[in-house]
Nanobody
Framework: QVQLVESGGGLVQAVGSLRLSCAAS????????MAWFRQAPGKEREFVSA????????YYQDSVKGRFTISRDNAKNTVSLQMNNLKPEDTAVYYC???????????????WGQGTQVTVAS
């Protein structure tokens, strides 16, 4: 069982920045691909970014490319999402996920955090 706890959400003005972090309670953290998904009010949960467990290859939704950066620290069992130049449409609950049978789909991940709210004011 893997427990994931997100932190770092909050309220920010447009073009501002936030850094989300996710701490994982597992000794096998380095074996999992990690990802961030988000869910805006009235919308389905969607893929944001993922990072593989070995080579650290990264993947992004087109709308966040160039603005968001995912990283991981296998020694600390953490994954982070640096979000720059935030837009009101980035407002959502952001979820950390571990797994990675498929990198960009919800069903590819077995473990989920409870989410952290990100609100971007215009």
């Amino acid at each position: 069982q893997v427990q994931l706890v997100e932190s770092g959400g909050g309220l920010v003005q447009a073009v501002g920045s936030l850094r989300l972090s996710c701490a994982a309670s597992t000794r096998t953290f380095s074996r999992y691909a990690m990802a961030w998904f988000r869910q805006a009010p009235g919308k389905e949960r969607e893929f944001v970014s993922a990072i593989t467990w070995r080579a650290g290859e990264t993947y992004y939704q087109d709308s966040v490319k160039g603005r968001f950066t995912i990283s991981r620290d296998n020694a600390k069992n953490t994954v982070s999402l640096q979000m720059n130049n935030l837009k009101p449409e980035d407002t959502a609950v952001y979820y950390c996920a571990a797994g990675g049978r498929t990198l960009t789909t919800i069903r590819g991940y077995d473990y989920w955090g409870q989410g952290t709210q990100v609100t971007v004011a215009s």
